[in-house]
C-alpha cells in the first residue's frame, strides 16, 4: 500500500486547453477516492498517468514517495481494472486471474493460494474452470478484480469499471467493490462520471472540470459545502435548482424574489453566511436543493421557514419520494458552468430562451400533490446555498474556504 501524490501534474494534447491543468491531489494510503466529472474533464487522463499509460507533460506523479513520471507501467507496482474487463476469452477463470503472476514467474504453490483466496472473497469459487462467454457481465467485472487482487499491488487504479452493467447490477457492485478494498485496505483511485456512484464509495470525492480540480472533500461536505457553482449542480440527485435573485433587506432580514414573492433567508444561516453581507442590494445566484422542499400540507407550522405558491407541470411517484416539477418566475443563471451543467443533461436551451426555469422538489410520498395543482410548498431558508454572479464561487464565511 503506498499514498498516491500529484503535484501540479499537467498534460497536454497538442495545442489548445490541456487535459489536465496543474492537478495538486494527495490519495491517502489505504483511502478509496473517486475521480468524478463530466466527459473530457481529465479523470481518465489523470488516471492513466498514474499507471504510465500517458506520459506526463508537467509536474509530477509520485506512489509511495517516489516519482515514477519515467517509471515503466510494469514497474509502479499497480494494478487497473478496466471498463471493458480485457479477458482472454480461451482461458478459464482460474488462467485469466493467475496470467500477470505466471508472467512473473511466481511460485505454483503461491499462485495457487493467491488466486483461491482472491476467488473466495469475490465469490467466484465455483466459476473457476469456466471460460469468459460462460459469465454473466458481473462476474466478469469480478474476475478483472481478481486478476488485480491477485497481484497484491500497492495500489488499485479502476476506470468506469461498472459502466457496461445494467442499473440494478451496478448497484450490487458498487457496495461488493466497496466492502473488498476497505477488507483489503489498498489505496484506490476510481474514476467515474456518475455522480451518485462517486458519492456512495468514495472516502473522499475529487470532482474535475475541464481539467482542472474543483473540490476535494468527503462526499457529505461536497454536498452541504459546495466551493462552487459546479460543484453545487454536478453533486446531488436530483441536481440544486438554481436561480438569480436580488439580495435585499425585508424587515431587518435578508431576503430574495422568486416570482414576485419575497423568501426571506433564516436568520442563523445568514449569520454562518457572513460574507452574504457584502451582496446587499445585488443579484446573487441561489441554489435550492430538491430535498429542502415540503409539502406546506404536510410540514410542522414551527419550522423555520417561507412557503413558495407553485403550479405543478409533473409529478413522479417513486414510492419513497414524490418528484413534482414545477417553473419559477426567476431566471436561471446563465454562466459558462450552467451552460456545461445543462449541456449535462440536455437543458441547454432553458438558458438560452430564458423563458422558464423548472424547479425539482423532492416530497413525503404521503404528499397529494397533482398535476395542475396549485399549492404551497415549503422552503427551508436555513439550507440555501449562495454564489457569486461574476466568480461562481461559493458565498460563505469567513475560513469557509
Known amino acids: 500500500m ?24 494527495e490519495i491517502k494510503d489505504g483511502e478509496f477516492m473517486v ?19 500517458e506520459a506526463i507533460t508537467g509536474g509530477e506523479v509520485k506512489i509511495g514517495g517516489r516519482v515514477v513520471n519515467e517509471v515503466p507501467p510494469k514497474d509502479r507496482d499497480i494494478a487497473m481494472v478496466f471498463q471493458n474487463y480485457a479477458l482472454y476469452p480461451h482461458m478459464t477463470v482460474y488462467d485469466n486471474m493467475a496470467f500477470a503472476l505466471k508472467l512473473a514467474k511466481v511460485d505454483k504453490g503461491e499462485m495457487d493460494r493467491r488466486v483461491k483466496e482472491a476467488a473466495s472473497v469475490l465469490g467466484l469459487d465455483e466459476f473457476l474452470e469456466r471460460k469468459p462467454k460462460a459469465l454473466s457481465g458481473g462476474q466478469r467485472q ?87 457553482l459546479f460543484t453545487a449542480g454536478f453533486i446531488g440527485s436530483p441536481a440544486m435548482n438554481f436561480l438569480t435573485s436580488n439580495l435585499h433587506k425585508d424587515d431587518g432580514s435578508y431576503a430574495i424574489d422568486i416570482g414576485g414573492q419575497s423568501i426571506r433567508i433564516a436568520e442563523d444561516a445568514a449569520r454562518e453566511k457572513s460574507e452574504l453581507a457584502k451582496y446587499d442590494g445585488k443579484e446573487i445566484i441561489v441554489g435550492i436543493r430538491p430535498q429542502d422542499f415540503q409539502d406546506a400540507s404536510l ?26 416539477h414545477f417553473n419559477v418566475d426567476a431566471p436561471m443563471p446563465a454562466t459558462e458552468e450552467m451552460r456545461e451543467l445543462a449541456a449535462e443533461s440536455g437543458q441547454e436551451d432553458a438558458i438560452e430562451r430564458q423563458e422558464e426555469n423548472s424547479f425539482v422538489a423532492q416530497l413525503d410520498p404521503k404528499t397529494q400533490v397533482k398535476r395542475g395543482d396549485e399549492v ?26
Not at 383 to 393: A, I, K, R
Request: aromatic residues 4%; contains cysteine.
Open 2 to 25: 503506498a499514498e498516491i501524490e500529484f503535484e501540479k501534474v499537467s498534460k497536454s494534447f497538442g495545442e489548445g486547453e490541456p487535459a489536465v491543468d496543474e492537478l495538486d491531489l
Open 35 to 53: 475521480l468524478v466529472g463530466p466527459s473530457g474533464c481529465g479523470k481518465s487522463t489523470a488516471l492513466r498517468m498514474v499507471a504510465g499509460l
Open 142 to 228: 469480478r474476475v478483472a478484480m481478481g486478476r488485480a487482487i491477485v497481484r497484491e499491488p500497492q495500489a488499485f487504479l479502476m476506470d468506469e469499471p461498472l459502466s457496461n452493467l445494467d442499473a440494478k447490477l451496478r448497484v450490487q457492485m458498487r457496495s461488493e467493490i466497496g466492502r473488498i478494498q476497505d477488507d483489503l485496505g489498498v489505496t484506490t483511485i476510481y474514476v467515474t462520471h456518475d455522480q451518485v456512484e462517486a458519492m456512495t464509495m468514495g472516502d473522499r470525492v475529487a470532482v474535475m472540470r475541464k481539467g482542472k480540480l474543483q473540490q476535494v472533500g468527503t462526499p457529505t461536505e461536497l454536498f452541504l459545502t459546495p466551493l462552487n
Open 299 to 324: 410540514t410542522d407550522k414551527d419550522v423555520t421557514g417561507c412557503s413558495l405558491k407553485s403550479k405543478i407541470d409533473l409529478v413522479e411517484v417513486l414510492g419513497t419520494e414524490t418528484l413534482v
Open 376 to 401: 404551497d410548498l415549503f422552503v427551508d431558508t436555513s439550507q440555501l446555498h449562495f454564489f457569486d454572479q461574476e466568480t461562481s464561487q461559493g458565498i460563505y464565511g469567513d475560513g469557509t474556504r
